[in-house]
């Protein structure tokens, strides 16, 4: 079964400043997707950035970007120019297989100080 | 506006009730989700729609129940036999199942009293 792991429970970053969250999942898949969610306080899941596996290329949004590292299952959200709506919980989740259903990973919540 | 709506914001059951959360939208996506969030949890999958009139279990389905008679549709029930019910319940559509980002509704949060 596949699993996602982020192992920062909790991030901070100066405002301003750049920000590294990190996710690695385990499968044995070869053509997979990943994302990044952001949930803030409302609780609203919005959609960050997105990865398919196939592409070589890292995904840009903006001052969002990943580093996708495919041979080591490892996938990170840079922030870079963080800026105080950045601040939220941070879900990393993989998308797989032919049911469809994302797994997410605990997430990491990001504070950012003025 | 295209999305997704869930209602009700916020709900309140007793001890023993049956409770539907209601899960609408107007994407025009075939496929549907339903979602649980425990503090300190990322999302579970509680049940899943690929098409009208089919659903499928997700990995904590029981004491949940869910129907797709309308494309747009998808409610959830949560009934007596869900011995943990209090949550926050998210519901997400895609255009199609496997394929590309999922959207979300605002979710419900459910407390039993």
């Known amino acids: 079964a596949q699993t996602v792991t982020q192992s920062q429970p909790e991030m901070s970053v100066q405002e301003a400043e750049t920000v590294t969250l990190s996710c690695t999942y385990d499968?044995?898949?070869?053509?997979?997707?990943l994302f990044w969610y952001k949930q803030p306080p409302s609780r609203q899941m919005i959609l960050v950035i997105r990865?398919?596996?196939?592409?070589?290329q890292n995904a840009t949004e903006n001052r969002f970007s990943v580093n996708f590292q495919k041979a080591a299952k490892s996938f990170s959200l840079k922030i870079s120019d963080s800026q105080l709506g950045d601040a939220a919980m941070y879900f990393c989740a993989y998308l797989g297989g032919s049911q469809g259903n994302l797994i997410f990973g605990k997430g990491t919540k990001l504070s950012v100080k003025p | 506006d295209g999305g997704i709506t869930q209602s009700p914001k916020y709900l309140f059951r007793k001890e023993g009730q049956n409770v539907t959360l209601s899960c609408e939208q107007n994407?025009?996506?075939?496929?549907m989700y339903w979602y649980r969030q425990d503090p300190g949890q990322g999302l579970r999958l509680i049940y899943y729609s690929q098409i009208v009139n089919d659903f499928q279990k997700g990995d904590i389905a029981e004491g949940y129940s869910v129907s797709r008679e309308k494309k747009e549709s998808f409610p959830l029930t949560v009934t007596s036999a869900q011995k943990n019910p209090t949550a926050f319940y998210l519901c997400?559509?895609?255009?199609?199942?496997?394929?590309?980002?999922?959207?979300f509704g605002p979710g419900t949060r459910l407390t039993v009293l």
């Open positions: 994407l025009n996506h075939d496929a």
């Open positions: 990865q398919e596996a196939y592409k070589q």
């Open positions: 997400a559509s895609s255009r199609v199942a496997a394929l590309g980002e999922q959207f």
């Open positions: 499968t044995s898949e070869s053509d997979y997707y």
